[in-house]
């Protein structure tokens, strides 16, 4: 079951620094055209500035993480693209599991999994199982994930478990379903590279999640510029459907 409740129903904390960011890593080829790269170098550059947002949360107290790597929609790519961007993934498993173990990060990767090949599926399973006591930050990495598919797969998954109630379900019951039900509803959504939209990612959980956009490329997105994302999210008034006047009262949730 999911141990987090909705921003629908209730009213949840607005922390001054967020517990749980979500970014969508954009900009990775336009990168490497501007240097007259590959575009996969833009991606290999990109797993480094993984690392470094991971190393910037750990320090900041950003309690969970989640990166749009490969959407659903992304197979329509070049096929040679698409199996660089399969190599790097099985690369980084590889390579950065260990460091995720040494600073107490726990790794899951959400989406439908089962197009991938089997020993990709290998490393993710392997690599979930190794982090899976780690604390000190949640990373999550989407791949083959979309936000319709998570909404549909969870609703069939519901279907199957409590038939009798159909036509009677409510949020709470679709919820502990969800990919992401083990996490707190994002407070900060970030997306690189200067598009200004949601692309099909964790659509039921960012209800109420703050948005920040900037024309920076995923490449360059150093702690500067996270520092900005962050530093923008504190200015926010996060009402969750209330008054401004009702912000100020002493009983009102922070």
């Avoid at 969870?154 to 038939?163: C, F, K, T």
């Avoid at 083990?182 to 209800?207: C, H, K």
Wanted: glycine residues 6%.
């Amino acid at each position: 079951m999911g141990i987090f409740s909705s921003s629908t129903r209730e009213i949840p904390s607005a922390p001054e620094v967020p517990g749980h960011i979500a970014v969508i890593m954009d900009g990775n080829g336009r990168w490497a055209k501007k240097r007259f790269l590959p575009r996969v170098a833009g991606h290999v550059k990109g797993v480094e500035l993984v690392r470094e947002l991971v190393r910037a949360c750990l320090e900041r107290g950003v309690g969970y993480l989640t990166l749009f790597a490969f959407s659903s929609e992304n197979w329509r790519r070049p096929l040679e693209e698409v199996s660089l961007l399969m190599q790097l993934f099985v690369k980084a498993l590889e390579q950065e599991v260990e460091r995720l173990q040494r600073h107490g990060v726990r790794l899951r990767v959400i989406g439908d999994l089962s197009r991938f090949e089997p020993r990709l599926q290998t490393l993710i399973r392997q690599a979930e199982e190794a982090t899976a006591t780690n604390t000190a930050l949640h990373l999550s990495i989407a791949a083959n994930y979309g936000g319709r598919w998570d909404i549909l797969q969870a609703a069939n998954r519901l279907a199957v478990a409590e038939p009798e109630k159909i036509g009677q379900w409510t949020e709470a019951d679709l919820e502990p379903y969800l990919s992401m039900a083990f996490a707190p509803e994002p407070d900060l959504y970030i997306r690189t590279g200067g598009e200004m939209r949601v692309s099909n990612f964790l659509l039921w959980q960012m209800a109420y999640t703050e948005f920040y956009f900037t024309p920076t490329l995923w490449p360059e997105f150093d702690r500067v510029e996270f520092d900005r994302a962050i530093a923008s999210y504190q200015q926010r008034e996060r009402r969750f459907g209330r008054t401004s006047e009702q912000l100020k009262e002493p009983s009102s949730h922070a």
